[in-house]
């Protein structure tokens, strides 16, 4: 795959992303409104599929998040790194 494809293929990636973390806070800011309509079975399956969508993002957020924990945080085995 060249640099091209594989720019293009992380925009689309990054704008399905986009539009499910979206629709995910306008299911959850109406949800009564769902309910009170009787489609609430309706917007229980569209957030499971916006959660389903943005998997992988928040767990490459939560990795990404944990290794930067762990660079600010000396270890006990480096030198000067807060051992008993």
Not at 36 to 59: H, S
Request: net charge positive.
């Amino acid at each position: 795959m060249n640099l091209k494809a594989a720019i293009e293929r992380n925009r689309i990636r990054h704008a399905r992303f986009k539009r499910a973390e979206y629709v995910l806070r306008r299911v959850r800011q109406r949800i009564f409104d769902y309910e009170d309509a009787g489609q609430l079975a309706k917007a229980e399956r569209l957030i499971a599929t916006c959660k389903r969508v943005l998997a992988p993002k928040w767990r490459a957020e939560r990795a990404a998040a944990e290794d930067r924990k762990l660079q600010r945080t000396p270890s006990a085995f480096e030198p000067g790194g807060g051992g008993r």
